[in-house]
């Protein structure tokens, strides 16, 4: 099992995106407003490709720490892929499709911890 908590995890993933070129980066802290977990991390993938590329990078990259999702969620083609890996869950969208759910507004009273643009 890894030694990181969840808010170096948290920073971790967005480190991993911000190097992977995805946009739009943002860090929610949700301790205050929900029971199921404590962070979540939202980006912008440009292309199909790129989604697929971040989330295979994410799983593979955490997996050599030692850090397994407990369960992914979505496709590349679907514009919407999460990650969750317990404490923190990860939401990769298309801009499309991050502009249509609207997560930031969604989860507006949350703590913004880091948002890289």
């Known amino acids: 099992m890894s030694s990181l908590n969840a808010q170096e995890l948290a920073h971790d993933i967005v480190d991993l995106l911000d190097e992977k070129q995805a946009q739009d980066i943002l860090l929610l802290d949700i301790r ?3 029971p199921f977990a404590d962070y979540f991390v939202i980006a912008t993938a440009t292309s199909e490709r790129q989604s697929k590329s971040l989330v295979e990078m994410l799983v593979e990259t955490l997996r050599e720490q030692r850090i397994k999702p407990l369960f992914i969620e979505g496709e590349s083609h679907s514009g919407w892929q999460l990650l969750d890996y317990g404490e923190v ?20 009273d949350a703590r913004v911890v880091v948002r890289l643009q």
């Open 32 to 34: 205050e407003l929900a």
């Open 89 to 108: 869950i990860v939401h990769i969208f298309s801009p499309e499709l991050r502009d249509y759910y609207r997560l930031e507004e969604l989860w507006q």
